[in-house]
């Protein structure tokens, strides 16, 4: 069974720092998903990373992935207030024309003032 | 374009009650995913669709749970009968093919007393 792991759980964090969320995986996969969720609300996609050594980013968010340590990081550039949500990690499972998405357990950012 | 909609937004029923979800997918999307949200467990992919066939139904809890996609413009979740530990927010989403970008409808708030 595909285990997902994201660390930190909780992240609290001042404006205009850095850092970076850590999504590590238990078995194969080249499809990996980042999402964002605000409380209450529903899922928004941020990122999707279909191969080994794929890099995106989108503003003050860069997700990268390596398959052959089977982790992917999201890291955060001079955080903003804005940022403040949930992010979870989605790692594709089924392989081929299998689909089957398991999610982490997600890290609750704070950005303070 | 609307995005994916969701019916009811909340719901509150009784043990035992029968409870129907219901989703419509972005138009043009052939890829249909029911997930289930609670603190305890996350996020749980339940079943999806693909072209209106069901691909992998692993995800649902039990026989007191079914799905169907009558059609590429809608599909619901059915429970029969409810229980107390049914409740949780339910996602519908839906994506151009099975590894693409996977948008989020606003949930259904489900609770079983």
């Known amino acids: 069974e595909l285990k997902v792991e994201q660390n930190p759980l909780f992240l609290s964090m001042q404006e205009g720092k850095n850092y970076t969320i850590y999504c590590n995986y238990s078995?194969?996969?080249?499809?990996l998903y980042w999402y964002r969720q605000d409380p209450g609300k529903s899922l928004e996609s941020l990122f999707v990373?279909?191969?080994?050594?794929a890099v995106k980013q989108e503003g003050r968010l860069m997700a990268s992935l390596d398959t052959k340590a089977r982790l992917s990081t999201l890291h955060i550039t001079a955080a903003v207030h804005d940022l403040s949500a949930t992010y979870f990690c989605a790692v594709d499972s089924g392989g081929g024309s299998n689909y089957k998405l398991t999610f982490g357990k997600g890290t609750l950012l704070t950005v303070n003032p | 374009d609307a995005g994916v909609i969701q019916s009811p937004r909340h719901e509150v029923t009784e043990m035992g009650q029968e409870v129907t979800l219901r989703c419509k997918p972005i138009s043009g999307h052939n890829s249909l995913f029911w997930y289930r949200q609670t603190m305890m467990r996350g996020l749980e992919l339940l079943i999806y669709?693909?072209?209106?066939?069901?691909?992998?139904d692993s995800g649902m809890p039990e026989d007191r749970f079914s799905a169907k996609m009558p059609n590429a413009s809608f599909s619901t979740l059915k429970i029969q009968p409810s229980e107390p530990r049914d409740s949780a927010v339910y996602f519908c989403a839906s994506s151009l093919g099975q590894v693409e970008t996977q948008y989020f409808g606003p949930g259904t708030r489900l609770l079983v007393l």
């Open positions: 669709f693909n072209n209106n066939v069901p691909i992998d």
């Open positions: 990373l279909l191969s080994n050594g």
């Open positions: 078995t194969t996969s080249d499809r």
